[in-house]
């Protein structure tokens, strides 16, 4: 049998009996005890945690032993870049550049941004990554007199925090919107999925503390890779008629019995 099938066996047989219903943070057996345990060499071993690093699940710091983790990136109701998200997990964020043009808005994009038909916006289309693994396909349109030569400068790293530093501008709120497709070819190429695969797409327009709209994005997330959550509040109630609550133990019978 091959090296490198023994590998991808050790791979999945590890995966089955430890990260499968494993909690984050669950610790690995060492390597010789994985070897002994799998009849296996240490460095078939070696070459199945690898692997499982590759793919996100299991994570070494510091030479310690391999972990556990939640291969998924989850969204909370607050605003954040795919910089910070990716950070705080503990992951090294990239992105590769695939377009950063000057062009006119369409009439899609201008109603979006608040701007007329044609006027000039920056455009940039990246490939959002994650320990170099593609995570979000991500495309922004942004006034290009709020951000002149923008489209020239290094777009590797995070949006927001060079629009802050090159052009003192902040994105306060987003309004977003977000629903449930499949993957075409050419997202799914990039995406390294199957074609047909669910992802998540968001629509969102982010606003300066002023109300002022700083962009327009569209966003492609992997399905296996994202999840979003939201907080709800319970509706209010209106007022019962006649005004407030009644006192306790005077409904409309009890009453007319004490007239």
Same mark, same amino acid.
Not at 101 to 119: H, K, N, Q, T, Y
Not at 228 to 244: E, K
């Given at each position: 049998?091959?090296?490198?099938?023994?590998?991808?066996?050790?791979?999945?047989?590890?995966?089955?009996?430890?990260?499968?219903?494993?909690?984050?943070?669950?610790?690995? #057996? %060492?390597?010789?005890?994985?070897?002994?345990?799998?009849?296996?060499?240490?460095?078939?071993?070696?070459?199945?945690?690898?692997?499982?690093?590759?793919?996100?699940?299991?994570?070494?710091?510091?030479?310690?032993?391999?972990?556990?983790?939640?291969?998924?990136? @989850?969204?909370? #109701?607050?605003?954040?870049?795919?910089?910070?998200?990716?950070?705080?997990?503990?992951?090294? #964020? @990239? %992105?590769?550049?695939? =377009?950063?043009?000057?062009?006119?808005?369409?009439?899609?994009?201008?109603?979006?941004?608040?701007?007329?038909?044609?006027?000039?916006?920056?455009?940039?289309?990246?490939?959002?990554?994650?320990? @170099?693994?593609?995570?979000?396909?991500? =495309?922004?349109?942004?006034?290009?007199?709020?951000?002149?030569?923008?489209?020239?400068?290094?777009? %590797?790293?995070?949006?927001?925090?060079?629009?802050?530093?090159?052009?003192?501008?902040?994105?306060?709120?987003?309004?977003?919107?977000?629903?449930?497709?499949?993957?075409?070819?050419?997202?799914?190429?990039?995406?390294?999925?199957?074609?047909?695969?669910?992802?998540?797409?968001?629509?969102?327009?982010?606003?300066?503390?002023?109300?002022?709209?700083?962009?327009?994005?569209? @966003?492609?997330?992997?399905?296996?890779?994202?999840?979003?959550?939201?907080?709800?509040?319970?509706?209010?109630?209106?007022?019962?008629?006649?005004?407030?609550?009644?006192?306790?133990?005077?409904?409309? =019978?009890?009453?007319?019995?004490?007239?």
């Amino acid at each position: 049998m091959r090296p490198a099938r023994i590998a991808r066996e050790v791979r999945d047989a590890i995966e089955a009996r430890y990260i499968a219903g494993s909690e984050p943070a669950t610790v690995l #057996p %060492s390597e010789r005890r994985l070897a002994a345990e799998f009849g296996v060499a240490r460095a078939t071993v070696r070459s199945a945690l690898a692997m499982l690093r590759e793919q996100q699940q299991i994570r070494s710091t510091s030479g310690g032993p391999p972990v556990v983790v939640d291969p998924r990136l @989850s969204k909370a #109701p607050q605003l954040s870049s795919f910089t910070q998200d990716a950070l705080a997990r503990g992951w090294h #964020p @990239s %992105s590769r550049v695939l =377009e950063a043009v000057e062009e006119p808005a369409d009439v899609s994009v201008a109603r979006d941004l608040g701007l007329s038909p044609g006027s000039p916006v920056a455009h940039v289309r990246r490939l959002r990554l994650a320990d @170099s693994a593609p995570m979000a396909l991500e =495309e922004v349109w942004l006034p290009l007199e709020l951000v002149p030569g923008l489209v020239d400068l290094d777009l %590797s790293g995070s949006l927001y925090e060079l629009l802050e530093e090159r052009y003192d501008l902040a994105v306060f709120r987003h309004d977003r919107r977000i629903s449930a497709i499949t993957v075409d070819a050419v997202h799914a190429e990039l995406l390294q999925l199957p074609v047909g695969a669910a992802a998540l797409f968001a629509t969102q327009i982010g606003l300066d503390p002023r109300g002022r709209r700083l962009e327009l994005g569209r @966003s492609l997330y992997r399905g296996d890779r994202f999840d979003f959550t939201t907080v709800t509040f319970a509706a209010r109630r209106a007022p019962a008629a006649g005004g407030g609550r009644r006192p306790a133990g005077h409904t409309p =019978e009890k009453r007319k019995a004490l007239a």
